[in-house]
């Protein structure tokens, strides 16, 4: 302090002040009964833990202290084998090998690394392992890949040591076997991971990321029957993850083997007459429903989805303009053409507005309503009455029946044979097609009804559509006298089947226009070339229109523009049942872009041809092919193939037609 500066009293205050604090007893006494209240209050908040940990929660955070010791992985079930009607094997498994990521050892940055060695899509594995880290606890491990090949295997096992990646585990799973070249693909479907999308739906709430489930067909109707029960292996590990000892080991439960009403011989038949076309073939029992064969062109290989499909795989499929996943036998909404006829024949004879002499002459077309309509043969048919309008398929004929009739009519035998409604066949996404009546046209369109509409429907034209199975139902029920079955798949276990639909028919009508069916393949009729020497076969041939005339001469004159051709090609149906009397089989052949129904009718001649000769093969062979005593069964074929098999669930076939 300078010596002429005035004395700072004020600091000489507070240095009493502070010396008073210190020898003040209640200021020590206040501080020191602070630090022992703060005490008592961390000892009862550590009593309050270890209480909760000991006595309240013991079983939960003893539960998390075993996984943290024992390691728990599934052995997953084997899904259960799909056999055709005779017990061939079509879908088998096979053993491979696949590789899961353990989550508690795993290191994320090791993933870019593991999927170079492993040649993998980064990408994908990141977004599926964040998916899969969002739903499932900790110690599940990750599905990486399925199915392993040799290189893959061979990475693996130089690469899962504990300086490496131990977070690698190889696992022996079985995976699915289909047959090759696409063989009843879109019947049995195909499996894969279940998606985020379907784990929040209902039907797969009960299953976690990373579960194979039934993904299409067969497969996916039938998932709870062919997905057996997982199994369980326990063992010990240590802090690093290293297994130390197995504590138990539950066995896997198979999923049930189920037997189909498919019958290989038939099906192998069908996609060979299907070979290079698009459009679909479908072959049913009109006695009780059961569904022979289903074939879908073009098809897929069901074995690119087996595990995960690869995007290049699917990016081909998803890109077709062919549209190859499409299973046109219960989901192509198409015309029928002529093929419907026949239930616009029984319509005009049931309710009187036409009887068998009843005729009409054609000279290649009619003016009805104000606008003129051609007959298939421009020439015409000159006088024709209903068996010559059946078997020549004459269109002047039943325009004037149609137009007779009125829509409502036609739309109520329609529906009677189960048009316009899902056939209920155990097969996922079926569609239902229409039947156009009054009535649809105000709900859906919001317009009223023009009778000049009605011609084109006479003919299986206009708003109409129906799909193959439908079809197929449709004329068999007729041809069992007004005795409709529903269609399925399923023989073994034997489902529960809804009693067959009856309709009273007048049976002089019905044998009226089975006359007419059976004229069109064994009196000269439009569908002449189905004919089978010694068999009584029936059918009718349809030709339908895609575009109508004027919109096709418009796409003629301006072909330059690039419009595919095939916008102009009509479809070729024939539906065709045996015998003619108590018929065992009724087949269905839609060929797209066919452009006349004669072009179907061979499709079909030689489906009711195999099934016949194989009939007469066993009753010549006592137990040939009984489910009790099963051949091996064709699993792949090619043109022209013998089919063959070279091992219970392995289909090959060998040159020679």
Not at 244 to 255: T, Y
Request: hydrophobic share 35%.
């Amino acid at each position: 302090m300078p010596p002429n500066a005035p004395p700072d009293h004020e600091s000489e205050k507070e240095r009493q002040a502070k010396l008073v604090l210190r020898d003040d007893t209640k200021f020590a006494s206040g501080r020191i009964a602070f630090f022992q209240y703060f005490c008592v209050a961390v000892c009862l908040y550590l009593v309050s833990g270890f209480w909760v940990l000991q006595v309240q929660n013991e079983e939960y955070y003893w539960d998390l202290a075993q996984k943290n010791r024992i390691r728990s992985s599934p052995i997953l079930a084997p899904r259960g084998k799909i056999l055709d009607r005779d017990g061939r094997v079509i879908v088998d498994n096979h053993s491979s090998f696949g590789l899961n990521l353990l989550r508690d050892n795993l290191k994320v940055e090791n993933i870019p690394t593991i999927c170079e060695g492993l040649e993998v899509d980064c990408d994908d594995v990141l977004e599926r392992f964040r998916a899969f880290d969002r739903r499932n606890p900790k110690h599940a491990p990750f599905p990486f890949k399925e199915e392993l090949h040799s290189a893959q295997l061979a990475f693996v096992e130089a690469h899962r040591g504990q300086d490496t990646f131990p977070e690698m585990e190889i696992e022996m799973r079985q995976q699915r076997l289909y047959p090759r070249e696409g063989l009843a693909a879109h019947v049995i479907g195909y499996t894969g991971e279940v998606s985020e999308a379907e784990l929040d739906s209902a039907e797969f709430a009960r299953f976690k990321q990373g579960d194979t489930i039934g993904k299409a067909g067969i497969e996916r109707q039938y998932n709870d029957l062919l997905m057996g029960i997982d199994g369980q292996r326990r063992v010990v590990v240590d802090h690093r993850g290293i297994e130390r000892e197995v504590i138990d080991k539950k066995e896997a439960v198979s999923g049930k083997t189920i037997r189909l009403t498919i019958d290989l011989d038939l099906q192998a038949v069908a996609e060979l007459a299907m070979e290079n076309r698009r459009g679909a073939v479908v072959a049913l029992d009109p006695r009780n429903g059961e569904v022979l064969a289903m074939v879908s062109r073009p098809s897929y290989d069901p074995n690119k989805f087996v595990g995960r499909i690869r995007r290049k795989d699917w990016d081909e499929i998803r890109n077709d303009p062919a549209n190859p996943l499409l299973d046109r036998t219960i989901q192509a909404q198409l015309a029928p053409g002529s093929t419907f006829k026949p239930i616009v024949a029984l319509a005009g004879l049931d309710t009187g507005t036409v009887d068998e002499g009843t005729g009409v002459t054609c000279t290649g077309g009619e003016t009805f309503y104000g606008t003129r309509h051609g007959c298939h043969l421009k020439k015409g048919h000159g006088y024709v009455s209903l068996y010559r309008g059946l078997t020549h398929s004459c269109d002047v004929y039943f325009y004037t029946l149609g137009s007779r009739l009125g829509i409502d009519k036609i739309a109520e035998y329609a529906e009677m044979a189960g048009l316009g409604r899902k056939t209920g066949v155990d097969l996922p996404n079926e569609e239902e097609g229409i039947v156009p009546s009054t009535r649809w046209k105000i709900r859906t369109l919001r317009q009223r009804w023009f009778a000049g509409e009605v011609i084109s429907v006479a003919i299986g034209q206009g708003a109409l559509t129906v799909t193959p199975l439908q079809l197929a139902q449709a004329i068999g029920g007729l041809a069992m006298g007004g005795v409709w079955h529903k269609p399925h798949l399923l023989k073994d276990p034997a489902p529960a089947l809804d009693p067959p639909r009856k309709v009273e028919l007048d049976q002089e009508n019905l044998a009226r226009v089975i006359a007419g069916m059976y004229g069109v393949v064994n009196d000269g009729g439009t569908g002449a070339r189905s004919k089978l020497p010694g068999l009584e076969m029936c059918g009718k041939t349809g030709t339908a229109q895609l575009t109508s005339n004027k919109l096709r001469k418009a796409i003629m004159e301006n072909r330059r523009k690039g419009i595919p051709q095939e916008i102009l090609q009509d479809n070729a149906w024939f539906v065709g049942f045996a015998p003619r009397n108590h018929p065992e089989i009724a087949v269905v052949a839609l060929h797209e872009a066919g452009l006349h129904g004669d072009r179907a009718a061979p499709i079909v001649r030689d489906v009711i041809k195999a099934y016949f000769d194989k009939k007469n093969r066993k009753l010549a062979e006592p137990g040939l092919a009984s489910p009790k005593n099963p051949r091996p069964g064709p699993l792949a074929y090619t043109r022209g193939s013998v089919l063959s098999s070279d091992r219970e669930g392995a289909i090959t076939g060998k040159a020679g037609r």
